[in-house]
């Protein structure tokens, strides 16, 4: 069901990229701007975007433009923090820098951004209702930028916390899709409590899903993941399992090892997997999520209840 | 006169800062974001900002965070195109890349964007005026990015015209000083027509002032510039002069040449000055500002419309 509902919501955001990112003068800057955009990926932020309104009541159809910011927000981040990880691939295309070049990739990032902010406010609402919205996604982008520079400043640490890291997910991944639910309500015009309950379930979910993308960033595969596998691990970055694991004393030679060999990652993945550090953090995810779902009790039983309930669960149990 | 009118804006602009950029978690990021805001500049745009408003018969103390919401892309801007340019210097201060690193001013950069929605959304005025000042805003974030890429390919290109000159700077300086003057006058409640004349009085005092920046790069002197003389020359820039001097054969050694010597510069100033490409720019920007001020006709005379035109005459006329 989750799977056909993703599926509809993101054939209508790759319409919108047409509508709302036309190739415009100069030609390159846009072809740049669009290729990440156009890669697709699953289009999960929009996606909850839209089954908030529908759940909040709202016309799915004039809000397609709002739901895009919120892609175009994401996309945006991950052209810039690609620059700062050196990453090589993303969603199996080459990432922009690497294509462009990096000063081109920032200025690609920065038109992402703008045009987010753009396509929001040609949506057809009620202005105060859409202030409220611009309000959220600048917060939110803020909040953005605090996360990554938590986690840029953890790769000179040793010594991070659960708890910072939990934090850092939160700014970098959680209000994101907290605000794609909260946008979505509050364009439909729902209640301030509606709306801070959507804000929690996105956030929640959205802190599970970030959990989760550590987990299959070692157990799933290059093809799957659109970039290397194990790219955290050997990045060094403090990523939950990490910090489970250092605490647990587990040794880990592919730790931050650039050049690290494929027997050597599959050696640190036993380690993890038996360790149960990977164990930890699934139950983590998981716990998020389900506190992310009980924020929905206020909602009616609707339709885009259950979808949104089956789009949580699918956001960790996804296989890639 | 305008002297004492800018230096007034620019306290409460500094002023602004505090309020509006507070010293927030992780602290780092928030250091590193206030680090160009507050070392000044001479805060011109949010000047035409409050000067249009006063014009447009509009309340300055309400509308000081969106006056600030124009600084700060401004400074957005110069810190990635400082990235981009490899800059060491400016406003006689390091620039944010070369003490906090390249991936953390892309994020200060990126921080400062988003601030400056949220400071603009948290102006106290009509729902439907701040949509409006929103929309042009990231309209103009969009344009500049267009610029500054339009700046990145002529680094490539022998045969820049001096129409795709204009356009550039139109876009990545033009635009912005429309915003600030539009802005000011539409979040007063102004008329459309009202409205449109100040932005083209902005959009062309704003490209007369890139132009006069290019001819103090070359004229002015470093400790002046806050940035080292000459560097749009050695860097091998696109700018007027140049397109100039290259039309008219003269022969710079210099041009593109990052080693060049303090003396090989003086050599190249006299060839500009004799070959009369300086004097060419200073007449294209005398004439900009002819016709930025052209477009006040349609306000009644004001004090604010006569310091206005100073302003306009400032732009070109200041000595760094």
């Not at 790759?14 to 699953?42: C, F, M, N, Q, W």
């Amino acid at each position: 069901m989750i799977d056909k509902a993703i599926e509809k919501y993101a054939i209508l955001i790759t319409k919108a990229i047409d509508t709302y990112l036309p190739i415009d003068y100069p030609e390159g800057l846009y072809e740049a701007s669009r290729h990440l955009v156009e890669a697709g990926g699953k289009r999960l932020r929009p996606t909850m975007f839209l089954l908030a309104a529908d759940a909040a009541g709202g016309k799915i159809e004039t809000l397609v433009s709002a739901a895009l910011s919120i892609e175009l927000i994401h996309n945006f981040t991950l052209i810039h923090d690609d620059i700062m990880d050196n990453a090589e691939l993303r969603r199996g295309k080459k990432s922009v820098h690497m294509i462009w070049g990096t000063s081109e990739a920032i200025l690609v990032g920065d038109t992402l951004y703008s045009k987010a902010f753009q396509t929001l406010g040609m949506t057809q609402v009620e202005a105060s209702r859409l202030i409220t919205a611009m309000n959220i996604l600048s917060r939110t982008a803020t909040s953005i930028c605090e996360g990554q520079w938590m986690d840029l400043e953890f790769e000179d640490r040793d010594d991070v916390s659960e708890k910072e890291y939990m934090t850092m997910i939160e700014k970098k991944t959680g209000v994101l899709y907290g605000a794609s639910a909260s946008m979505g309500a509050t364009l439909s015009g729902a209640s301030e409590e509606f709306v801070r309950g959507l804000d929690e379930f996105g956030r929640f979910t959205g802190m599970g899903f970030q959990i989760h993308d550590d987990v299959l960033d070692l157990t799933s595969t290059t093809s799957a993941l659109g970039k290397r596998r194990g790219g955290d691990l050997i990045e060094g970055k403090k990523t939950l399992i990490m910090i489970h694991a250092k605490k647990h004393g587990l040794k880990l030679s592919a730790f931050g090892k650039k050049d690290a060999t494929q027997q050597e990652l599959e050696e640190n993945l036993g380690l993890l997997q038996n360790g149960g550090s990977i164990d930890y953090a699934r139950e983590r995810a998981e716990m998020l999520v389900k506190r992310g779902k009980r924020a929905l009790d206020i909602l009616p039983d609707t339709q885009a209840k259950t979808l949104m309930l089956d789009l949580a669960d699918y956001m960790i149990y996804r296989k890639y």
